[in-house]
């Protein structure tokens, strides 16, 4: 099967990166040569049906402190750049909405967005000083479209923080990846996809770890 472009900048420079024969998770997977992103093509996505059920079994609770430790390493970097009471959307805030309590309690006013669970496409006729995206962006099946949507709702000088587990250009380590072994995680992002975007955006780039990013727009 060859691909027509890359689900996030377009590009028809689309090599096949790595097949899974174990028919458990999706069975190939494409990585693009211009920005680096690898994701499996549309007849390896889950269905909508199965996507709901993986994510009816998150225990995600605002009251989990074990949670919110692990939210931490996503919301001490973007919290300290943040001016008070921003303004703020969390984009994907999944079953169990914790990180933006967490933020509310800092002073900062949110809203939520989710499309199973917070489905209000409303939100985004508004603008936002800061938009958060907590592992949500390996699920997407559109990545391109919906980093558009969420930087042009973005204010001049604002931050994008995303959280997801950075990948590697390893197809061993791929296959082995514990990441990758969740059948709703279909879209996978190197360094040099994000610092693609960051050059697309004109934006400058920060990473903090292994799963932590932060776009800031340009002013």
């Known amino acids: 099967m060859k691909l027509d472009s890359c689900i996030l900048c377009n590009s028809t420079d689309i090599d096949h990166f790595f097949e899974d024969t174990s028919d458990t998770y999706a069975s190939d997977y494409y990585q693009c040569q211009n920005c680096n992103l690898i994701f499996a093509p549309p007849k390896d996505r889950p269905s909508t049906e199965d ?15 074990g949670y919110r430790n692990f939210l931490n390493q996503f919301f001490e970097p973007l919290e300290d750049k943040l001016k008070p009471q921003s303004k703020g959307l969390d984009f994907g805030s999944g079953p169990g909405p914790t990180l933006n309590i967490m933020l ?14 917070a489905d209000d496409e409303s939100v985004f006729q508004d603008s936002y000083d800061f ?6 962006v390996e699920h997407l099946f559109e990545p391109g479209k919906e980093f558009e949507r969420l930087w042009n709702c973005l204010q001049p000088g604002g931050y ?14 791929f296959a ?13 992002y190197t360094k040099e996809t994000f610092r693609w975007l960051a050059d697309h955006w004109d934006a400058s780039l920060q990473f903090h770890g292994n799963r932590v990013v932060i776009f800031r727009k340009p002013d």
């Open 131 to 136: 938009i958060t995206a907590t592992e949500v």
């Open 104 to 117: 509310e309690q800092q002073g900062h006013e949110m809203q939520i967005y989710d499309s199973f669970y």
């Open 51 to 65: 996507e709901l059920a993986r994510y009816e079994t998150h225990e995600n609770d605002p009251e989990d402190e």
């Open 160 to 173: 994008l923080g995303i959280m997801t587990k950075l990948a590697m250009n390893n197809e061993e380590r």
């Open 176 to 188: 082995n990846w514990h990441y990758r072994r969740d059948i709703t995680h279909v879209t996978f």
